[in-house]
């Protein structure tokens, strides 16, 4: 059976209205500011059972909010619309203008917590460039959908309340960004997109998450801790970031895929190479002649998680990922890092 988008609402409207409202208090509820970019937790189809051609990015943030009431259990709740787009729109300028927001609302003393809803596709870039960008032990959450809000048991309301909970909630600080999707608790710094259409697929392979939401509480497996190789990078006086390619490794490779990366304007350049971010001996030479040319060259692994090692040839990425190795490298020549300096943000514990 269809359902129009109003109606959906309006259900889910009349049905939060009939739910108990707990006793007021005197005591003041944590503010909480949302900001709004898009993605599929915005997101609307003229079907309820359409997951995949829906329109992410489609519903203004006064609508997600009137969807959870519950929210102004745990908060106080404003929200903001920063962008209302697919997370492949969201450019170096959003992210600039979100990590400048973010540290302004948590540098006023009355502020909690910050959530940002986003689209899940690229939701990890995000969340990571705001890990290395934010100064502040208050809570950041971004969160998501994978089934956009007219879509039979969507996702979204839950995790969007579950992200309000954990930014109101003081054992939530000191952890760096974090990421909550499916009741799961992730850092940013970690935590990566795996299945393209699953409600599980955030994952954190190998440090795992950091808790898990039971019946509406954050419960958290550890004490506050930090990743061993973030980095502060001060944005403020950022309007842009310099331009940094991923060029996707395999057998044959042409190595003037490099050259065509830094004629079209790159900066530098991240290779998603096999295995411990490996490629043929022809790449080797030419990434070589790249790096003594002055253009930083950093060796991420298409493989979806482990280690890469600093190589005589070029910088390793150490536990990131590509995309997250992207954006690092980004900071780090903004922030005008010579190649030692470069390789030192990659891996520190070296
Ligand atoms: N499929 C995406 C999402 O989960 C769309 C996007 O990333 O904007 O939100």
Same mark, same amino acid.
């Given at each position: 059976?269809?359902?129009?988008?109003?109606?959906?609402?309006?259900?889910?409207?009349?049905? $939060?209205?009939?739910?108990?409202?707990?006793?007021?208090?005197?005591?003041?509820?944590?503010?909480?500011?949302?900001?709004?970019? !898009?993605?599929?937790?915005?997101?609307?189809?003229?079907?309820?059972?359409?997951?995949?051609?829906?329109?992410?990015?489609?519903?203004?943030?006064?609508?997600?909010?009137?969807?959870?009431?519950?929210?102004?259990?745990?908060?106080?709740?404003?929200?903001?619309?920063?962008?209302?787009?697919?997370?492949?729109?969201?450019?170096?300028?959003?992210?600039?203008?979100?990590?400048?927001?973010?540290?302004?609302?948590?540098?006023?003393?009355?502020?909690?917590?910050?959530?940002?809803?986003?689209?899940?596709?690229?939701?990890?870039?995000?969340?990571?460039?705001?890990?290395?960008?934010?100064?502040?032990?208050?809570?950041?959450?971004?969160?998501?959908?994978?089934?956009?809000?007219?879509?039979?048991?969507?996702?979204?309301?839950?995790?969007?309340?579950?992200?309000?909970?954990?930014?109101?909630?003081?054992?939530?600080?000191?952890?760096?960004?974090?990421?909550?999707?499916?009741?799961?608790? !992730?850092?940013?710094?970690?935590?990566?997109?795996?299945?393209?259409?699953?409600?599980?697929?955030?994952?954190?392979?190998?440090?795992?998450?950091?808790?898990?939401?039971?019946?509406?509480?954050?419960?958290?497996?550890?004490?506050?801790?930090?990743?061993?190789?973030?980095?502060?990078?001060?944005?403020?006086?950022?309007?842009?970031?310099?331009?940094?390619?991923?060029? $996707?490794?395999?057998?044959?490779?042409?190595?003037?895929?490099?050259?065509?990366?830094?004629?079209?304007?790159?900066?530098?350049?991240?290779?998603?190479?096999?295995?411990?971010?490996?490629?043929?001996?022809?790449?080797?030479?030419?990434?070589?002649?790249?790096?003594?040319?002055?253009?930083?060259?950093?060796?991420?692994?298409?493989?979806?998680?482990?280690?890469?090692?600093?190589?005589?040839?070029?910088?390793?990425?150490?536990?990131?990922?590509?995309?997250?190795?992207?954006?690092?490298?980004?900071?780090?020549?903004?922030?005008?890092?010579?190649?030692?300096?470069?390789?030192?943000?990659?891996?520190?514990?070296?």
């Amino acid at each position: 059976m269809k359902r129009t988008l109003l109606s959906a609402l309006l259900t889910g409207v009349l049905v $939060y209205a009939a739910t108990p409202v707990s006793a007021a208090t005197d005591t003041v509820k944590p503010a909480i500011t949302i900001l709004a970019t !898009g993605g599929t937790i915005a997101g609307s189809s003229a079907s309820n059972t359409d997951t995949t051609d829906y329109k992410a990015g489609s519903l203004g943030i006064d609508v997600l909010m009137k969807a959870v009431p519950e929210m102004n259990d745990v908060a106080t709740v404003k929200g903001e619309q920063i962008s209302n787009t697919i997370s492949g729109n969201i450019s170096s300028s959003i992210l600039l203008t979100l990590s400048k927001r973010i540290n302004g609302l948590l540098g006023s003393e009355g502020q909690q917590g910050v959530v940002i809803t986003h689209g899940t596709d690229t939701i990890e870039e995000t969340a990571f460039f705001l890990d290395l960008t934010v100064k502040s032990d208050k809570p950041v959450v971004l969160v998501g959908a994978m089934r956009p809000a007219t879509a039979i048991s969507a996702d979204g309301p839950m995790n969007l309340l579950e992200a309000v909970t954990l930014a109101a909630d003081s054992k939530a600080q000191k952890r760096g960004v974090m990421v909550v999707l499916n009741d799961r608790i !992730g850092s940013a710094f970690y935590t990566s997109k795996t299945n393209s259409t699953t409600l599980d697929t955030f994952k954190a392979y190998d440090p795992g998450y950091l808790g898990v939401f039971v019946s509406g509480k954050p419960k958290f497996y550890f004490t506050p801790a930090q990743p061993v190789d973030r980095n502060f990078f001060d944005v403020s006086k950022l309007n842009d970031l310099p331009p940094v390619e991923i060029l $996707y490794s395999y057998q044959d490779q042409l190595p003037a895929m490099l050259d065509a990366a830094v004629q079209s304007g790159a900066k530098g350049i991240v290779i998603a190479g096999s295995g411990n971010g490996n490629v043929s001996s022809k790449m080797e030479q030419a990434i070589k002649q790249l790096s003594e040319k002055g253009v930083p060259v950093v060796m991420s692994a298409r493989t979806g998680s482990g280690y890469v090692s600093t190589k005589s040839f070029a910088i390793g990425a150490g536990f990131l990922n590509p995309q997250k190795s992207r954006i690092l490298l980004q900071l780090a020549l903004a922030s005008g890092a010579d190649l030692k300096q470069t390789a030192q943000y990659f891996d520190s514990q070296r």
